[in-house]
């Protein structure tokens, strides 16, 4: 079995990811350091403490999340949950790899990109005008879909319920799209002239927005539009480096 030191997979993440280009919320990166060598990376979601057990029964050497840890505002003690969770990787020596925003934003494997490769979406542009790197896109569809129509295909692409806030025409012709938490974004694709945005989460201001913005509204889990991403990235991890890499879901309704 291949093996590959932490610091190759975190110096050719960073350049593939173009880590440096982003301003983001939390680092991205190494979060917490442990083996020197990787055999077994854990892809996830999120770096829960089940995800942590998870990968420790796994006998991996290194987990690789889309939501880590250290954001922004959060109270820096290690002490409680946070402290459980970080305890367990230190005592079994498991690097926390974590990537936000470049792993949305990633032409190929992005959160972003995943979402649309599924729903067949041809990007057509940035969801914010000018952003660069774009986080979130829109696409102009070959086919205009009824807005009930495209509630089912988001529900059976994703396999999650997905909420549909009707607010905007009969036929749905542009759309706009940000996986996670990305609901205040609506009026970005309002500006853009879609007829329908879709998100991960959902706020109770978003419904009013979207029915007075006229547009359509559907929150499709932000947990199930970001499985994707990581996904994606692990794959590619395997066929550059030829590591073992094992995506596992811990569900979540959200
Ligand atoms: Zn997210």
Redesign the pocket.
């Known amino acids: 079995m291949s093996r590959i030191t932490r610091q190759q997979l975190q110096q050719w993440c960073h350049r593939e990811l173009s880590v440096s280009q982003f301003k983001d919320y939390a680092p991205n990166g190494l979060q917490v350091e442990g083996k020197a060598d990787i055999g077994l990376l854990v892809t996830g979601v999120t770096a829960c403490e089940a995800l942590i057990d998870a990968a420790i029964d796994a006998g991996a050497d290194g987990i690789l999340v ?2 880590g840890y250290f954001w922004k505002g959060e109270a820096p003690e290690l002490t409680g949950m946070k402290g459980r969770r970080i305890r367990k990787l230190m005592q079994h020596e498991l690097n926390l790899f974590a990537y936000h925003l470049p792993l949305d934003a990633h032409g190929e494997w992005g959160n972003n990109r995943a979402l649309a490769d599924r729903m067949n979406w041809r990007v057509s542009g940035p969801l914010i005008a000018g952003q660069q790197p774009a986080i979130g896109n829109i696409a102009d569809l070959e086919q205009p879909i009824e807005a009930h129509a495209l509630q089912l295909q988001l529900t059976e692409q994703l396999n999650h319920p997905v909420q549909w806030i009707a607010g905007g025409p009969t036929h749905i012709r542009r759309i706009g799209w940000c ?3 990305a609901q205040d974004y609506l009026e970005h694709a309002v500006a853009q002239g879609c007829d329908a945005f879709v998100s ?1 989460e959902i706020s109770e201001r978003t419904v009013h927005e979207a029915r007075e913005m006229g547009i359509h509204y559907f929150a499709a889990g ?1 947990h199930a539009t ?1 499985k994707g991403g990581v996904q994606r990235l692990g794959q590619a991890i395997a066929a550059e480096f030829g590591i073992q890499v094992e995506f596992i879901d811990i569900p979540n309704p959200v």
């Open positions: 889309h939501h996986t996670g938490a991960g932000h970001e």
